[in-house]
């Protein structure tokens, strides 16, 4: 399945997205896309039901909040492609680099407002898993039995932040905004090739990420199982699996966001996303 909430940042509703690729509400079977929902269970009983009864939402315009109303944790894993680990500049971790971000996710394609004063915006196309179960100490043959599904994620960083001021990359990571999530939470059933999927990213329409799954230096199952080492994960829980090639730090020059710019990215299977580029005082 494909679960989606819709609406007004505040006010969004349940829905999902049929094979015909139509909007259809949930609101007559739950009163959210919560963590209480991502379960095998929970998801199993949205999945019996007959979805061409579900209303459809006819709006062209109609806006997709993040796909999961209770995402708890956001934890990142830092160079986790080669070849952007090379572009950056940074050997290739022994082990999965973690670092959190410390904000609210937003929608797919919200408007994004850069810090004041931003010197150093940067983009990262991820994949993202969204935990259903919760567990700690999982062992990697165990790890997609704690998975709901999978999103697309916008790892949005201002690298003066992260890399000029001292400390450590969360405080580059964590600006109000910089968390777009979906369109939607794909369950893993409809992704059995989650390790092979392209992955892009557009600025004004040219093409700087071009990359595939297929290229994660530590997987899925590896990466759910080491994290559960350090903390326990929880329904909600969501884990942006790095970026490939193609940020703007690793461009030479290197290229900044800067307002009006448009970003456009997505997975293959998993949705695309599209973010208009502000000032924090616009």
């Known amino acids: 399945m494909k679960l989606a909430r819709y609406g007004s940042r505040g006010k969004e509703k349940p829905a999902l997205v049929d094979s015909e690729g139509n909007l259809r509400d949930l609101s007559g079977h739950t009163t959210d896309i919560s963590s209480d929902l991502l379960s095998e269970q929970r998801l199993g009983d949205i999945a019996a039901l007959d979805f061409g009864t579900l209303p459809v939402v006819n709006d062209p315009d109609v806006r997709y909040g993040p796909p999961v109303a209770t995402i708890g944790k956001i934890i990142c894993i830092g160079l986790n492609y080669s070849d952007h680990a090379r572009e950056v500049g940074l050997p290739l971790p022994k082990e999965p680099t973690i670092f959190m971000k410390g904000c609210r996710p937003t929608g797919a394609n919200d408007p994004v407002r850069l810090p004041r004063n931003s010197e150093k915006g940067d983009w990262e196309a991820e994949l993202g898993i969204i935990i259903g179960e919760a567990g700690i100490y999982i062992s990697s043959e165990d790890a997609l039995k704690h998975v709901a599904g999978f999103c697309v ?4 960083s201002e690298r003066s932040y992260q890399m000029d001021r001292g400390g450590q990359w969360t405080k580059g990571k964590s600006f109000p905004g910089f968390a777009p999530v979906g369109p939607w939470l794909v369950t893993k059933d409809e992704v059995p ?8 990213l557009e600025v004004n329409g040219h093409r700087y990420q071009d990359g595939n799954t297929s290229n994660l230096v530590f997987g899925v ?4 199982s080491y994290v ?7 329904p909600g829980d969501l884990i942006a699996t790095g970026t490939p ?8 020059p290197p290229i900044f966001l800067k307002p009006g710019d448009e970003v456009t990215l997505g997975i293959e299977g998993l949705g695309t996303q599209r973010q208009k580029i502000a000032a924090w005082d616009s």
């Open 153 to 156: 994620v916008n790892d949005l």
């Open 228 to 234: 559960s080492n350090f903390c326990a994960l929880e």
């Open 245 to 252: 090639a193609g940020v703007g730090l690793g461009q030479k």
């Open 221 to 224: 199952r590896e990466i759910v």
């Open 193 to 200: 090739n989650v390790e092979s999927l392209p992955i892009w």
